[in-house]
């Protein structure tokens, strides 16, 4: 590796920049990445009523998610190696590229691919705006700048799914996509404008060998997550090829992760108590959070025959309890330097905020059902601030960068196979419940073309038994999501806590 500054000097804002145009212009870029998944999620059920695929449902989130945490820590070192900024802007164009794809789509599987390319680029805009929040921001005031990104991620749950509903009901559900291109020209002239270019560069040695590997194992058990016991069984040939593919991948990446120069993740991490703990608790949030957003929307518009606008709004508590909590959050950890209790009270709530789902049916009153939202945006405010502050303080400044990714990578992937576990059960579930309502299904396509124009074609007493199948059909992913929130309340006792450097302490070292 050729001497340079490190990565850390290299990625700081330019002498004269504005720390706070800094932020603002990050702020920009990840509502930008945020806003895309809350928008999608109302619009949904009227993707797959047009587009057809109930099946392939989830692979519309995990598309994104997926693509976006195998390129993640490959970001890092890019960006190292030709200029963070310079990543920035070829991120911003990757998104945009996708999203043009995405409102062109005219089959599901068009859908997906172009979320696959959103996802190439969303993946650099989390990494590369956290890393450079670690770069600017002492540890202890990195807690109030997270509360910040929390708020941000909280009003695109607001917007997103409020904006997605009006395009859907009053233009065309394409238009979630189209507003991504002024939204992409926004954040990259203001990021532009906020972070300078150095001129430094740092010489790595790209693991490309650990990221197609990771690629390979992960795309595999995916793939079996999703479709194993609906398209194919467990025990064909199929599903043993995907089982086989995923544990060789999986053996020899970590087998190229030990000899790797520069690993994508390296291994010595998890040795570290605050990386492997932070990665289980912030794996449970992840499942928690796409699991609300991605099928509470599918039970308010089909259950509770909400309409795309008005599903929106009934999300509103979520997204007041998570910007709450991180708000808290965030000003404990910057007065005392701590944050320990913070994901054991997150993940305790988050239990109850979930066993309060599972009670959900069709004839939930309002208060029911925004008591059940609010509580669980409660527990995961109070964890968001926590993970990637706490591993940032915790490794030595070189390894920073890739600390960060490889912590956004492991709980994106857990994201992204529990997105693909649930919809696996809601969709299995809800075809082998149809089943015994042959005029319905025939109606619904099987259940592929669930939605709420399908619905409403329906009789008032065939709508009121498709409310209910989508019920029964969603209960178990949030008693699953429970018992994981029980195994994170568990580890979160067994975080070490290393106290925050105040701004003092850090602009010192």
Known sequence: MTASPSPEAQSAPAPGASTRLVLFSIG??????????????????????????????????TAYILTSTVVAPLYGKLGDLYGRRNMVFVSVALFILGSVLCGTANSMTYLIVARAIQGLGGGGLFVLALSVVGDVIAP????????????????????????????????????IFFINLPLGLIAALGFAAGFKPRGARVSHRIDWSGAALLTLS???????????????AFSSAPALGLIALSLVAGVLFLLVERRAAEPILPLGLFS?????????????VGVAMFGAVTFVPMYLQIAKGATPTNSGL?????????????????RYMSRTGRYKILPIVGQGVMILGMGLLTLLNRDTGIVQFSASLGVLGL??????PVVTTAVQSAVPREQMGTATAAGILLRQLGGSLGIALFGAIFGRRLSADLAAMPDVAGALGGGSELGPQTLAKLTPDQQVAVGDLVVNAIHPIY????GLA????????????????????FRGE
């Open 28 to 61: 920009l870029l990840l509502l930008l990445a945020s806003l895309d998944q809350t928008i999608v999620s109302t619009a949904l059920p009227t993707i797959v009523a047009e587009l057809g695929g109930l099946e392939h449902l989830s692979w519309v989130i």
């Open 140 to 175: 202890r005031e990195r807690g109030k700048i997270q509360g910040v990104f929390a708020a941000v991620f909280s009003i695109s749950s607001v917007v997103g799914p409020l904006a997605g509903g009006f395009f859907v009901q009053a233009l065309d559900w394409h238009w």
């Open 218 to 232: 992960v795309g595999a058990l995916t793939l079996l997550t999703s479709l194993g016991g609906r398209s194919f």
């Open 272 to 284: 570290l108590n605050v990386f492997w703990v932070t990665s289980v608790v912030g794996f449970i």
């Open 314 to 330: 009934q999300m509103i508590p979520l997204t007041a309890g998570i910007l709450l909590a991180t708000t808290f959050a965030g």
């Open 379 to 384: 527990g995961m405010g109070c964890i968001f």
């Open 479 to 482: 008693l699953m999501a429970a």
């Open 486 to 505: 029980v195994l994170g309340f568990v580890a979160a006792f067994f975080l070490q806590e290393v106290p925050l450097r105040s701004a003092r302490q």
